[in-house]
């Protein structure tokens, strides 16, 4: 079964600072690879997604991931972190097909002024 | 502005009464999903439905039960509610032949169990 693995579940950053968030997941086949973001009160937005394309993966709002095969990885970064930043992102995996997706527990990012 | 539809919105219950989440998206997506999500687990999978017809079970499908009433409509049901399903459910949608397409989420239905 496919799992992803969160590390650390709360970040907080200083406004304009770097943002990463971590995220390794484990399948015995290249999966397809997402991250989520959620505010309060509300469904869950894609941010990017990884589909055996490009290794380093462009989102909205300047978010980017990169997908390490070695390292079993995909995490999420944003160079400067704005205030509308502040929320729960979550990373999630998924096998061909779409059949199910495996999420990980979350990081809630607070942005600092 | 349309997508994935969740009705209702807040939910309270008292234990062994049973209720029936809605869930409808007008996106013409073939698959759709039930999500629940609790604080420091993520989302979990309860079922899908990979096309009209067809469910099957996620993660924690126990004290579950779904229907692909048709395209658009996939719903959730408790048959009888224990307080460990107090949660928030989430439904998604996708289109599974389109890998550029995102995976669509309703709003949520904040449901407790009494």
């Known amino acids: 079964a496919q799992s992803v693995t969160q590390l650390g579940s709360h970040v907080s950053v200083s406004e304009g600072a770097l943002v990463l968030l971590r995220c390794n997941y484990s399948?015995?086949?290249?999966?397809?690879l997402f991250w989520y973001v959620q505010y309060p009160n509300q469904g869950l937005q894609l941010l990017l997604k990884?589909?055996?394309?490009?290794?380093l993966v462009k989102g909205i709002n300047g978010f980017e991931a990169e997908f390490k095969k070695s390292e079993t990885s995909f995490h999420l970064t944003k160079p400067s972190a704005h205030m509308s930043d502040a929320a729960e992102y979550f990373c999630?995996?998924?096998?061909?097909?779409?059949?199910?997706?495996?999420f990980g527990s979350g990081t809630k990012l607070n942005v600092k002024p | 502005n349309a997508g994935v539809t969740q009705t209702p919105k807040f939910q309270v219950l008292k234990t062994g009464q049973s209720m029936t989440l809605q869930c409808a998206q007008d996106?013409?997506?073939?698959?759709m999903y039930w999500y629940r999500q609790d604080p420091g687990m993520g989302l979990r999978l309860i079922y899908y439905?990979?096309?009209?017809?067809?469910?099957d079970k996620g993660e924690v499908p126990n004290g579950y039960n779904v229907s692909r009433l048709n395209k658009r409509e996939f719903s959730l049901r408790l048959e009888s509610a224990a307080p460990s399903q107090t949660s928030v459910y989430f439904c998604?949608?996708?289109?599974?032949?389109?890998?550029?397409?995102?995976?669509?989420f309703g709003d949520g239905t904040r449901l407790s169990i009494l």
């Open positions: 990884y589909t055996s394309a490009a290794t």
């Open positions: 998604a949608s996708i289109d599974r032949g389109n890998s550029n397409q995102p995976q669509h």
């Open positions: 399948s015995s086949v290249p999966p397809y």
């Open positions: 439905s990979a096309s009209e017809g067809t469910t």
């Open positions: 996106m013409n997506h073939n698959s």
């Open positions: 999630a995996v998924s096998g061909l097909g779409f059949n199910k997706f495996y």
